[in-house]
């Protein structure tokens, strides 16, 4: 790979490949001062100096979430974090150019990392051949049945995530958490703290609730804006989610039907969420419970106890509307 010798303002003399470079020259932060002539490097240089392997090779890509961590402590920090054992099956969502990949791949080969930027799939082919796992594709599209096929055993999730997709994978591990043993993402600071939140705050909502009914979420640390090129305008978390192997008894689908219900209906009373499902005012007076709440102030437990609550007259609801199918039906014959 061609690559140049630069010079930067405080003294520090670098090997940057041209992509870098010309990021370089973007940075004012950087101020490069010099550049000399494109030398060809022979790659067994690039293994007796492998810092050259730590400088950003892409261009960042803001519609990707691009904002690659350049601090290699908090890369060790995150990875210390995991406590990986020998037969972890560990899945990397956005390795970029493998700022994380790195120390994963010293504990690990069962690694498998999911990228969709095609630039960077071939920095990590490059740099592991063969010898790393990549999917080249959307993590959302991604099957983690098929991938626990090929690994074996639960798995285990981490990443410095895309936060433009943050909700999304989240939701994506949820639903295909029978196959998930814990998932260790990088999060904005914002994000994290709703994770973790307590009801009758103002950062708990309907990720506060999902999280802590599927997982038991914990903030691990917090990470400054400042180890991230580019620099994003909000800090960061490392955030830890467990899953539970088993949820407790109820309606799943419903559940969640009733979080997102009343919770779209946020700062009104449970009354108006439930209203929004179809329920009416005579159904709604049958409930044992305070609908004069509103859904910030519930735990998921109570979230789950107004769901099996509200089960009995959802089902009723159903024959009837389908008691009234019939009786049109059978006018129609
Ligand atoms: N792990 C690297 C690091 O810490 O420097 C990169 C982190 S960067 C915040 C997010 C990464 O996710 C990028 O490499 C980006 O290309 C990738 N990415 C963005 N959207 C994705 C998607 N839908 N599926 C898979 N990877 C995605």
Same mark, same amino acid.
């Given at each position: 790979m061609a690559?140049?010798?630069?010079?930067?303002? !405080?003294? $520090? +003399?670098? *090997?940057?490949?041209?992509?870098?470079?010309?990021?370089?020259?973007?940075?004012?932060?950087?101020?490069?001062i010099e550049s000399s002539q494109f030398v060809a490097?022979? +790659?067994w240089v690039r293994y007796i100096v492998p810092s050259l392997y730590d400088r950003p090779m892409l261009i960042?890509?803001?519609? #990707?979430?691009?904002? !690659?961590?350049?601090?290699? =402590?908090? $890369?060790?920090?995150?990875?210390?974090?995991?406590h990986v054992q020998r037969g972890d099956h560990l899945v990397e969502i956005g390795p970029g150019h493998g $700022?994380? +990949?790195?120390?994963?791949?010293e504990l690990t080969d069962e690694l498998t990392v999911i990228e969709i930027d095609r630039r960077a799939v071939e920095v990590l082919r490059e740099r *592991?051949?063969?010898? #790393?796992? &990549?999917?080249?594709?959307?993590?959302l599209q991604v099957s983690l049945t098929d991938l626990r096929r090929t690994m074996g055993g639960r798995l285990r999730v981490v990443? =410095?995530?895309?936060?433009?997709?943050?909700?999304?994978?989240?939701? *994506?591990? @949820?639903?295909?958490?029978?196959?998930?043993?814990?998932?260790? #993402?990088m999060v904005q600071w914002e994000v994290?703290?709703?994770?973790?939140? #307590?009801?009758? +705050?103002?950062?708990?909502? &309907?990720?506060s609730v999902f999280a802590q009914y599927y997982t038991k979420p914990r903030l691990l640390f917090k990470v400054s804006r400042n180890s991230f090129y580019p620099r994003p305008n909000v800090d960061s978390a490392l955030v830890q989610f467990t899953f539970k192997s088993t949820l407790e008894d109820g309606n799943e689908e419903l @559940?969640?039907?009733v979080v997102r219900a009343t919770f779209g209906k946020r700062r009104k009373t449970l009354r108006n969420g439930l209203r929004c499902m179809g329920l009416d005012e005579p159904a709604l007076k049958k409930l044992a419970f305070d609908l004069t709440q509103r859904p910030e102030d519930l735990t998921y437990q109570e979230f789950l106890r107004l769901t099996s609550l509200v089960e009995p007259l959802m089902n009723s609801g159903r024959e009837v509307s389908e008691r009234s199918d019939e009786r049109y039906i059978s006018s129609q014959t």
């Open positions: 690559v140049v010798r630069c010079r930067l303002a !405080f003294g $520090a +003399t670098l *090997w940057v490949n041209s992509q870098s470079l010309s990021w370089l020259r973007q940075d004012p932060g950087a101020r490069l490097i022979p +790659t960042p890509k803001k519609s #990707l979430g691009q904002n !690659f961590l350049q601090d290699d =402590n908090i $890369a060790r920090k995150i990875v210390k974090n995991l $700022a994380l +990949t790195r120390h994963l791949r *592991w051949g063969s010898s #790393l796992r &990549i999917v080249h594709a959307d993590v990443g =410095n995530i895309p936060y433009y997709i943050t909700s999304e994978i989240v939701f *994506w591990l @949820f639903d295909q958490r029978a196959y998930v043993s814990d998932a260790t #993402l994290a703290r709703r994770f973790i939140a #307590l009801p009758k +705050t103002k950062e708990y909502g &309907i990720l @559940f969640r039907r």
